[in-house]
């Protein structure tokens, strides 16, 4: 006889849009079996004019929580009951977790961004400058926590004027950083006296892998660290461009396992075994 007290699991996942190439769930999955807890994590394809249904279904069906990734991380914000005020300054969530009947939105990725560079890049980013291609959900996370850790300046680079002028808006608005608007020319030049250069966009991310972001890649120089955020693939042809020039690279698994960390903990109440997380992601990408 069968003496499981329960065959209920709890639920938690993404919202995304595309979303099928998130690999965010080996490594949860990882970790739940790795604390023997009866957790799953799903991948849902959530349309941008079905974010408010699906937050709607998340609590009828009682998940303990979601990711949000492209392009639900500003568009949230309006369905959650508490927003953490790290996020509601950056204006974006990428995590909700349940309090009870309560939906409380935070941001994991600016935090997981300073870890990767701290823990595996060995960068400190105060007194250091910092070039941002981008200026969505992920680019706010990361400059508002590289405002926060004292980065002494911060160079917003975006296709779109308004939205970039209005994340330097933000960051000046909360922060005593020095930060400036670019706009995205062809062929940018990065500036030389950059010390990090950062693709916060979806440029290079499956399945359009043969993409990378327009620059002069004879600006990027021995010794410069650039980074990544797309974490499949995680080499990407920007990190590889980059890499042929000299460039210190790192790629975007380091920020999604130690965000994913954060966001596993306060889902359920346990440190994340992030040895395992990396492990998972590094034997799913070792795959032929």
Not at 34 to 52: C, F, G, H, I, T
Not at 70 to 91: S, T, Y
Not at 190 to 203: F, G, H, K, W, Y
Not at 227 to 244: G, H, K, Q
Request: proline residues 5%; aromatic residues 6%; charged residues 20%.
């Amino acid at each position: 006889m069968n003496d499981q007290s329960s065959y209920r699991q709890e639920l938690t996942g993404v919202f995304g849009y595309p979303v099928d190439e998130n690999p965010t769930v080996v490594m949860m999955e990882a970790a739940f079996r790795a604390l023997d807890l009866p957790w799953r994590y799903l991948n849902m394809k959530v349309r941008p004019e079905d974010l408010s249904a699906g937050i709607k279904g998340l609590r009828a069906m009682g998940f303990q929580g979601v990711n949000l990734t492209i392009p639900h991380k500003c568009a949230v914000l309006e369905h959650l009951d508490e927003v953490a005020a790290d996020a509601r300054i950056m204006g974006a969530v990428n995590t909700v977790h349940r309090r009870h009947d309560s939906l409380i939105g935070a941001n994991t990725d600016g935090k997981g961004f300073l870890r990767a560079l701290s823990d595996d890049g060995g960068l400190n980013p105060a007194g250091k400058r910092f070039m941002i291609l981008g200026a969505g959900g992920a680019a706010r996370a990361i400059t508002v926590e590289l405002a926060l850790a004292g980065a002494a300046e911060l160079i917003i680079v975006n296709r779109d004027e308004s939205r970039g002028r209005e994340l330097v808006a933000l960051l000046q608005a909360n922060s005593a950083v020095q930060v400036s608007y670019q706009p995205w020319i062809e062929n940018l030049i990065v500036p030389e006296n950059t010390d990090v250069l950062v693709n916060a966009t979806s440029i290079g991310l499956y399945p359009q892998i043969d993409e990378r972001p327009s620059l002069d890649y004879a600006s990027i120089r021995t010794g410069l660290v650039v980074c990544d955020v797309i974490p499949n693939p995680p080499r990407t042809r920007f990190l590889e461009a980059a890499s042929a020039r000299g460039a210190i690279t790192l790629d975007g698994l380091g920020m999604l396992v130690y965000q994913g960390a954060i966001a596993f903990k306060l889902w359920t109440g346990k440190e994340a075994p992030v040895d395992v997380m990396k492990a998972a992601l590094a034997a799913e990408f070792a795959r032929p």
